[in-house]
């Protein structure tokens, strides 16, 4: 909905948009049965492991998901046959609605929320179906409970990821949509209150109520894919607030409208101008590529100029019989070599034709060799092992390793990669066929050497760490993946705002100088940057610290001494709350000089801080974050919140002389003695096949090397 910038103004948002907005799921990791976000007072996200009881059986929320239209989603189970379910929450919050109106909207949710077939048949016509609606009696949240075999990605964020359909895409994708439509426009459809309807507009079609399901593994023209309709009106309005006049109901032809300004924004590649960030026209007509005049007239159609169609049986029947756009540019091929031969001796015409095929091969050449290097980026990859179940020599037992309190490990595994389960769940039995049990503990690290002493003294059988210096000569180790450190300044696209003076990046230098005291006001760095107090904050990870220490303090004692004594001291703080204080400063539109490092799989994914490229051989700047469409490194300019980022493998390769130079790679540590059970190092090379490193990719670490595409990591 485009108008949703305008809701929940009773909040005092720093990014006035509280439904997406990251604190309200902050507060909630951060503060056990928090109602309630600590900054603005918006409903906190569910908490993991809640419980959501219905008329059909009870629910368990497992992960967070993100939004979607009017409401937030999660991953869950139902808990009588754990089967995986996806739980929409919808809010009607306190300041938005008053306590009759709550009635109301909750009642009706629950006789409206969802609908399947009159007749009991189960449907094939890709309308995501649901369990059933669920009103909270005392609450102000409503939950509607589907199946967990829809797809997970919108339209908008397919968009995102990967750029304009091809125009046969945009063919088979309206082909899809409207048979949906003929089914939803004409079918007898029951309600859960057991009202019985016949048809039912849609009534909020758009690019974020479309779902899209990717069947092959090429991203190419060829590929597959099925479309779902979720997210109707008829029950997504409800949570439109008191305050917000409700939008007239749609008709069978304005659902049509809207699959056209679909399909209009899927074939453009983009809903806004880059120009001026406002939303684009359609009634620019010469904005759609020309490959396929009919499509384009099809499409103008649908829109409602020309000769709109009567209803979606029309269309599609119209749709089917659009002749292929191949012939014009054949017809100009023949003219244009008749016109040659005329004009042309027979000799011009040889030579021409030797130009040709010289440029034929130079771009036969490229391509070719274009491949072969995109195929060497994925030769590492090509031979993992596929799976855990193919990984040798695991041998049953009881097995426990240690890693860092509050370091990465201890972060990842609490993260859900699938939707059903932790990644502490996945790996304790990661080989059913085999009674192999790998236990986890974290430990808090006194010395250096705390977690090699718990391996040596034989308390545990191995450990991880990233702490390479520790790691002594009685010990392998095996690197399993890439973490680092993030360095950010409070976010901000204003022009004079301290990313953008920075230019998005800082050195090696300007760190240590910041982070012992020698720097106190960034003008000390360049005059052009703000006249602001350099505030440096320090997380209050033990990992993080002593990486900082190693990699931008060079180990060195008296720099040490100066970090500890002029910031350390005074400045260690929780990462969330160094981000709360920019917030704070974003909310009042107040410039900020804080600046703050933090460990980069748990400080990566957030919008308060902007993560600063690190200068480094040749003083080129590494960014380890990069846009998913664009294919390019994140800028100040960028907008962190969509969560289109995704990390750049390559800048973690410490082979490479472009690299990032605070990544560092994460070890599985196991002793050298033939006598004990190689656990540690049988655990690491499950973690290095193909399904360890999905697993590790998804939980927000960087796997050791670049992964084809996610749809791999999807089938495994």
């Known amino acids: ?75 869950g189970i139902q808990l009588k046959d754990k089967q995986p379910v996806i739980i929409k929450e919808y809010l009607l919050p306190v300041r938005c609605f ?55 990605q919108t339209l908008g964020e397919y968009l995102t990821a990967q750029g304009a359909m091809t125009a046969p895409q945009v063919r088979e994708f309206l082909n899809q949509a409207l048979q949906t439509l ?30 899209i399901k990717l069947e092959s593994n090429q991203l190419d023209s060829n590929q597959k894919f099925y479309i779902y309709f979720c997210d109707l009106a008829k029950w997504e309005n409800l949570f439109i607030p008191a305050a917000i006049p409700q939008p007239p109901a ?37 904005l759609l590529p020309n490959t ?56 011009r015409v040889l030579v021409g034709l030797l130009a040709l095929l010289l440029l034929g091969g130079g771009i036969l050449y490229y391509f070719w060799r ?59 039995k990661p080989k059913p066929q085999v009674e192999a049990t790998f236990n986890y503990q974290d430990i808090n690290i006194k010395t250096e050497n705390s977690l090699i002493e718990e391996v040596r003294n034989r308390r545990t059988d191995f450990a991880v760490t990233s702490l390479e210096e520790s790691i002594t000569n009685d010990m392998n180790k095996k690197a399993i993946a890439y973490d680092g450190l993030l360095v950010f300044v409070t976010f901000s696209k204003n022009i004079n705002s301290l990313p953008q003076a920075l230019k998005g990046k800082i050195s090696i230098e300007q760190l240590r100088q910041i982070y012992t005291g ?15 107090s350099v505030e440096a904050y320090v997380p209050e990870e033990t990992e993080a610290i002593k990486q900082f220490k190693h990699i931008v303090l060079n180990d060195n004692s008296q720099d040490i001494a100066l970090f500890e004594e002029k910031i350390a001291k005074f400045n260690i703080d929780n990462t969330g709350k160094t981000q709360n204080k920019m917030r704070e400063a974003i909310n009042t539109r107040k410039e900020t000089g804080i600046i703050s490092f933090g460990i980069l799989s748990k400080t990566w994914n957030q919008c308060s801080g902007y993560p600063l490229a690190i200068v480094g051989i040749n003083n080129q700047p590494i960014q380890p974050l990069f846009r998913q469409l664009q294919r390019r490194p994140v800028e100040p300019s960028d907008d962190l919140c969509d969560k289109a980022n995704y990390f750049n493998v390559e800048t973690f390769d410490s082979d490479k002389t472009a690299s990032y130079l605070l990544g560092y790679p994460i070890y599985m540590v196991y002793p050298k003695d033939n006598s004990r059970e190689p656990a540690g190092s049988v655990f690491a090379n499950m973690l290095k096949t193909r399904q360890g490193q999905c697993l590790l990719n998804k939980v927000g670490v960087v796997p050791l090397q670049p992964i084809r595409n996610n749809q791999v990591c999807n089938q495994l």
């Not at 720093?14 to 990791?29: E, G, H, K, V």
């Not at 603005?40 to 998901?65: D, H, R």
């Open 370 to 428: 274009s491949n072969k290097l995109e195929e060497s980026k994925y030769s590492a990859w090509d031979q993992l092992l596929g799976n855990f179940s193919e990984v040798n020599n695991v041998t049953s037992g009881k097995f426990s390793y240690v890693g860092e309190k509050n370091g990465t490990w201890s972060f990842i595994l609490k993260q859900a990669p699938e939707t059903e389960k932790r990644l502490i769940d996945l790996l304790t």
């Open 98 to 152: 008053n306590e009759n109106e709550t009635l109301k909207r909750k009642e009706t949710f629950k006789r409206v929320g969802g609908v399947n077939l009159a007749d009991g048949r189960q449907q094939n016509f890709r309308l995501i179906q649901t369990w059933e609606a669920i009103a909270d009696e005392k609450g102000e949240r409503c939950y509607l409970i589907t199946k967990d075999t829809e797809p997970s």
């Open 182 to 211: 003929i089914f939803l426009h004409s079918q007898k459809l029951r309600f859960p209150s057991n009202q019985v309807q016949n048809g039912l507009e849609h009534g909020n079609i758009s690019l974020d109520s479309i779902l």
């Open 1 to 75: 909905m485009d108008f949703i910038e305008s809701f929940y103004k009773e909040y005092s948002c720093s990014y006035n948009a509280p439904l997406s907005c990251d604190r309200p799921l902050i507060t909630s990791q951060q503060i056990k049965g928090a109602k309630f976000c600590l900054e603005c007072g918006f409903p906190a996200t569910l908490p993991i492991e809640m419980e959501i009881k219905g008329n059909w059986g009870s629910y368990q929320v497992t992960k967070f998901l993100g939004v979607r239209g009017l409401g937030r989603l999660y991953a």
């Open 518 to 532: 020698a720097v106190t006001n960034w003008q000390q760095i360049d005059r052009s940057l703000p006249n602001l």
């Open 250 to 286: 749609k008709t069978y032809k304005q659902d049509l409208e809207s699959l056209g300004l679909v399909a209009f924004y899927l074939w453009l590649g983009r809903t806004t101008n880059p120009n001026t960030g406002k939303t684009i026209d359609y009634k620019e007509h010469d």
């Open 292 to 347: 396929d005049n009919n499509l384009k007239q099809f499409i103008y159609c649908l829109l409602g100029f020309d000769t709109p169609f009567e209803d979606a049986q029309t269309a599609r029947e119209k749709l089917l019989q659009l002749p292929q756009d191949s012939l014009v540019n054949n017809t100009q091929q023949s003219r244009y070599s008749a016109e040659t031969q005329k004009r042309f001796s027979r000799y």
